[in-house]
């Protein structure tokens, strides 16, 4: 809160390691601002030249990844999800059956075992996005025991990356891709396991 008033929206930068918060901005409640109008000046300030940027996928738009190549010199990796329906479509068109999987990581923990594939292909012509060299295609399982039974649960997602061949190897990109999401891991622990936003508990601070 902010003295004393309603709560306050920030948005911030965090580095994947250590996990550390490197710019920070609250979010105007006036007009249209929201957090995609707040990307820009959060990261104006910071020197990014040849550094890589994710994102989640409400920043994932064609504006910010035309920021970040032509004004801050920095590569971006972007999920692209439901909200983007007919780009996610012509990603999830591209010829995946017939793409080898180049890269895998497998981690044994908290009882259960999760294994992470990567296929990558040319990123199609006519995304907008700049400098859209690579589309992705992560998978991946996680292997419990529920109820005596091991099961096991798959998803995917697509991506599409400024990263050539020669920027990033796919050991790289499962790298970057791990990272952010140690970074959204941060909310899963306060949602999921603190249970935070279920709490009714309110006090003056």
Same mark, same amino acid.
Not at 77 to 80: K, S
Not at 180 to 197: M, P, S, T, Y
């Given at each position: 809160k902010r003295d004393g008033n309603?709560? %306050?929206h920030l948005l911030a930068a965090v580095t994947h390691v250590p996990g550390i918060v490197i710019a920070q901005d609250r979010i105007a409640k006036a007009g249209k601002a929201n957090e995609i109008s707040h990307f820009k000046p959060l990261l /104006? #300030?910071? #020197?990014? /030249?040849?550094a890589v940027v994710t994102s989640d996928a409400?920043?994932?738009?064609?504006?910010?990844? /035309?920021?970040?190549?032509?004004v801050k010199d920095a590569h971006w990796?972007? #999920? @692209?999800l439901g909200n983007q329906p007919n780009l996610s479509a012509e990603l999830n068109a591209l010829d995946w059956e017939n793409t080898p999987a180049i890269a895998a990581t497998s981690e044994i923990g908290r009882g259960r075992i999760e294994t992470r594939t990567l296929r990558v292909l040319p990123a199609p012509e006519g995304t907008g996005f700049a400098d859209a060299a690579r589309a992705l295609l992560i998978e991946r399982y996680v292997t419990h025991k529920k109820n005596g039974q091991w099961r096991t649960r798959a998803?995917?997602?697509?991506?599409?990356?400024s990263l050539a061949a020669d920027d990033a190897t796919p050991e790289d990109l499962l790298a970057l891709i791990r990272g &952010?999401?140690? %970074?959204? &891991? /941060? &909310?899963?622990?306060?949602? %999921? @396991?603190?249970?935070?936003?279920k709490s009714l508990i309110r006090t003056g601070n």
């Open positions: 309603k709560k %306050v /104006a #300030p910071l #020197p990014l /030249a040849g409400m920043q994932s738009n064609r504006d910010n990844s /035309a920021f970040l190549r032509n990796l972007f #999920p @692209i998803e995917s997602v697509l991506y599409l990356t &952010h999401w140690r %970074v959204e &891991h /941060a &909310h899963w622990l306060r949602d %999921v @396991i603190w249970k935070e936003d």
